[in-house]
């Protein structure tokens, strides 16, 4: 499954995940301890952490395209 992870620094890192069509929320707001453990999971559901790392520099939020597992979707609540 591909989906687009969005990500944003607001009194700390917080990211959500939504489908491919950019239509549907797949897993609502989550809060994220630090920019390194925002990283961590970005790389884990296999996205690009350097695409990641340049829009942080630049403008504090961003977005990456992950491809989460189907152990990662479960623990997410992804149907």
Do not use: T
């Not at 700390?12 to 925002?38: M, N, P, Q, T």
């Not at 491809?67 to 149907?79: D, K, T, Y």
């Amino acid at each position: 499954m591909r989906a687009l992870m969005n990500f944003m620094h607001n009194r700390g890192w917080s990211f959500h995940i939504i489908a491919e069509d950019c239509k549907i929320v797949l897993v609502g707001y989550r809060k994220a301890a630090s920019k390194e453990d925002l990283l961590r999971i970005i790389a884990k559901m296999g996205g690009s952490v350097e695409d990641a790392e340049i829009d942080i520099r630049r403008w504090n939020r961003g977005s990456v395209w992950v491809e989460p597992s189907q152990a990662q979707c479960r623990f997410l609540g992804i149907v």
